[in-house]
C-alpha cells in the first residue's frame, strides 16, 4: 500500500522554497534493518517540492534517506538527509543552504542573468 | 556681535550676511531645515560595479511605517539613476536587496521618471513616467515610445534576495536604438521584523 509524502526544502533561515524554482532531481532510499537499500522514488525537481506516492513503511524498514541533487546553477546545495522511521511526517522538511558566492561570483551571475533577461526582451 | 556674525557666515557661507540668511531660510521648507541640521542625509548613489551606467543607494525612510496585510512595515526608498544608450534592449542592474527573511517586495509608491532630451518635433525636453509609452530619442534623432520599460525585482537566483534590474525595449527599426535617462524612486514596504541590507555588487 503506497502512502501520499509531500517533500518541501528550506533555506537556512527557515524560508519555505515549496514555490520557489529549482532544478534537480529528489531521490528517496528506504534503508532496512539488515544494511540494504531500496530506491523508492527518482523524480526530477522543478520547484522547492515534490508530493510522490511512496510505499508503504514496512517493519524491515529503519531509515529513510532524502537524497537531493540540485544543478549547479542553483544558489542551494544539494542535501542528503536521512531520518529514522520514527521521526517520519507526512510532510517532511528537507534543508538545504545557500551557497555564499563571492562578490566576483555574484556579479558573473548578475551578468549571466542580464544576457537571459535582454534574450528574452528581444524575443518579444 | 563682529564675532557672532562671523561665526554664523562661517557655518553657512553660501549667504551673505545675516540678515540674508534668515530672509532666505524662511522660504525653505522643512525638509531643508533637517538636511542643514544634519538630521537627514541627501541619498548618495553608487555605481554598480557590474553595470556602471547605473548608480543607486537605498535607505530606511524615518518615522515612516505602513501596515500592509496587519504587519508593521518599515519603508525603504531605492532612488537611482541609469542612462540608457546605443541599444534597442537594455538590462541594467542596479543593486541586490538581502533581506534577512524572505518575503514579497512590495512597491507602494513609484515617483520614477524617464527624461528625454533635444526633442526634434516637441521641442525642449521630456520627462515622462517610467513605463510603456515613455518618450526617448532615437538614434535618427526623433521621438520615439518606449514597449516596455519597468522595474524587474529578481529573487529567482536566492529566494531571500532581490537583484533590482530596469528592463527596457523598443521595436524602432532594424539598427535603430534610443537613449534616454531614467530616474528611479520607489518605496518599498518591507516588514519592521526584517532586516535588509543593500549592495550595488
Given at each position: 500500500m503506497a502512502e501520499t509524502r509531500k517533500i518541501i526544502l528550506n533555506d537556512d533561515?527557515?524560508?519555505?522554497?515549496?514555490?520557489f524554482a529549482l532544478e534537480g532531481k529528489c531521490e528517496c532510499f528506504y534503508e532496512k534493518t539488515d544494511g540494504s537499500s531500496e530506491k523508492v522514488l527518482d523524480q526530477a525537481l522543478t520547484k522547492g517540492s515534490i508530493t510522490a506516492e511512496l510505499p508503504a513503511i514496512a517493519s524491515d524498514i529503519s531509515n529513510v534517506r532524502y537524497k537531493i541533487d540540485l544543478e549547479p546553477a542553483v544558489a542551494y546545495k544539494s542535501a542528503d538527509v536521512t531520518y529514522s522511521k520514527d521521526q517520519l511526517r507526512p510532510v517532511e522538511i528537507i534543508p538545504v543552504s545557500a551557497k555564499k558566492y563571492t562578490k566576483k561570483e555574484k556579479i558573473e551571475m548578475i551578468k549571466k542573468q542580464i544576457t537571459n533577461k535582454l534574450a528574452s526582451l528581444r524575443k518579444k | 556681535m563682529y564675532i557672532y556674525k562671523n561665526l554664523i557666515m562661517a557655518t553657512?557661507?553660501?549667504?551673505?550676511?545675516p540678515l540674508t540668511q534668515v530672509w532666505q531660510y524662511l522660504g525653505r521648507n522643512l525638509p531643508y531645515f533637517k538636511k542643514v541640521l544634519g538630521l537627514i542625509d541627501a541619498p548618495t548613489f553608487v555605481e554598480s560595479?557590474?553595470?556602471?551606467?547605473s548608480q543607486s543607494s537605498c535607505n530606511q525612510v524615518n518615522n515612516t511605517t505602513c501596515t500592509i496585510d496587519g504587519e508593521l512595515c518599515n519603508v525603504y526608498r531605492l532612488q537611482g539613476q541609469v542612462d540608457l544608450s546605443g541599444s534597442d534592449a537594455y538590462v541594467n542592474f542596479l543593486g541586490a536587496l538581502t533581506l534577512s527573511q524572505a518575503t514579497t517586495l512590495r512597491i507602494i509608491s513609484n515617483s520614477s521618471n524617464v527624461l528625454a532630451f533635444n526633442?526634434?518635433?516637441?521641442?525642449g525636453d521630456s520627462a515622462t513616467a517610467l513605463g510603456s509609452g515613455a518618450i526617448v530619442v532615437d538614434s535618427a534623432g526623433n521621438e520615439a515610445f518606449v514597449d516596455l520599460m519597468l522595474l524587474n525585482p529578481d529573487n529567482?537566483?536566492?529566494?531571500?534576495?532581490y537583484d533590482i534590474y530596469l528592463l527596457a525595449s523598443a521595436?524602432?527599426?532594424?539598427?535603430v536604438t534610443f537613449d534616454c535617462t531614467v530616474n528611479i524612486d520607489v518605496n518599498i514596504a518591507i516588514p519592521k521584523s526584517i532586516t535588509v541590507t543593500y549592495d550595488t555588487l
Open positions: 533561515y527557515g524560508n519555505s522554497l515549496e514555490n | 553657512y557661507p553660501e549667504f551673505k550676511s560595479t557590474s553595470n556602471p551606467t526633442l526634434p518635433t516637441l521641442g529567482s537566483l536566492v529566494i531571500n534576495e521595436t524602432l527599426g532594424l539598427g
